[in-house]
């Protein structure tokens, strides 16, 4: 019989898992046995407690930073790819524009968040411009980079076969890019959740209500800490859950690529 | 089967030359006739032009001055019912995202093949080089040798009339390479195909061809010939007959006059 240790699911599942059980349950006794007050360092028991206690409204957050993130992630995908697609067609274009995206991508766009938070008036827009902004550069550069890197050898054996120009872009340049806009895909996924977050504390601190980061910046104010953490543990859930999400659809669709398109 | 100089030749070279665009000799201009059900091969040193040939047939190359000709026509002749053409590049160039089955079936899919016969039909391709059970796996999960009897399946399945090959089977072990040797010989025994077959070997020239093709190198040109009775059966007592010495002794002669003459390139 093989010892646990030696077993994939375990070293993959369980040991993580325990690993985190055994640390919220040192923090929890050094939090106990120190008498740490819960405005210093809530123990993981105040945190499930205050989580539990302001469900409603840390809910409520929740869902209205998913909704920012999920926007921004859509347009990101959606503008991005199109500004790919573009930049692709030709040389010209894309040496003249190639040098302003590279200049926004080095600009900490963080830095513009309050600008764009007072340039755009209604304040649920200025929010996903804002994460948008920050998110969509790894789908632009990736899926560049992925359109450009057909094999030449395949492109010569579509051209001899007098493939069309359709058959070219959806059996040979789309597949091509597709691990790559996937990769990117990835990273604009967790930008996008960054993004949402930065948007909402520029916009929180202007005064406008909405999601976890605001319920943070709240928090901090009336040092109400345990509910930071609750708020900050559900950011954490959020990402998690996003990222789980794109792995499992980059192996999806890898998986229904290798049989095959119809036609 | 047998080369009919009346016959209207598959394909053709009139004075075609290759001058790449950073100024380097590909190929001087050549002239080349090949019939149908010839089987040609072509021998030389490395470097001496032997893909560039093969590519300026299957119009991956525009030549740089001359003509190449298909069926006496321009390329658009190719395709179509007994005007199909297959290239079986050095390389495997498959999809790497797409299975082996899908790559085998791709040149049927080009063609809007039917799906059901195009499946059939690239699992009958599988079959013939001894890969039906790897269809479903991706090229990344083959070894090298398998990789390469994918692309030579997929350049089968579409039953060409002139089948390009660029020493398709370098990369096999003996024992496979001859066992796919015979089969292209009971192929192109059949009629109907026409083949240009790249090769560093010269017993496998000898045992396949009906023409061998000598190139040199620097620049690279056309060296000698050599022609084979399509008469003879190629099978095992071929392999091992006299005349099967015999001929590959000449071809050696000659290879060692191509490299003698290649200057830096022997
Ligand atoms: N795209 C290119 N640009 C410039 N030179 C090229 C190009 N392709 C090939 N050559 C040159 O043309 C010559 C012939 O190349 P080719 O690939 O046809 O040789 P080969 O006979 O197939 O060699 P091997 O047996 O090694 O495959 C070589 O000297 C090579 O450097
Ligand atoms: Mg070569």
Redesign the interface.
Known sequence: MTPLVARPWFVQIAAPVLLGLLVLCGWQGFCRLDHIPPYILPAPGDIGASLLANRATLLHALWSTMKVTLMALALSVAIGVAIAFVLVQSRVLENSLLPYVILMQVTPIVAIAPLIIVLVKAPAVALVVCATVIAIFPIISNTLQGLRSVDPGLADYFSMNKASRLQFLLRLRIPSALPMFLAGLRISAGLSLVGAVVAEFVAGTGGTSSGLAYEILQSGFQLDIPRMFASLALITVAGLALYGAMAALQRMVLRALSHAPGR | MIANPAATPVVELRAAEKVFDDGTRGLVPIDLAVQPGEFVSLIGPSGCGKSTLLRLL???HAPSDGQVLWWRGGFDQ??GDGRR?S?V?Q?P???P???VL?NV???L???GVP?QEAQARARAALQAVGLAQAQDR?PGQLSGGMRMRVSIARGMVTRPDLLLMDEPFGALDEFTRNRLDADLAALSRQGGLTTIFVTHSLYEAVFLSSRIVVMASNPGRLFGEMRIDPAIVRDQAFRLSERFALLCRDLSVLLTSAALASGEGA
């Open positions: 299957a119009n991956l190719v395709g053409l290239f590049f390389e160039t498959l999809m995202w797409a299975s899908a079936r791709l040149p899919d080009l063609a799906r991706t």
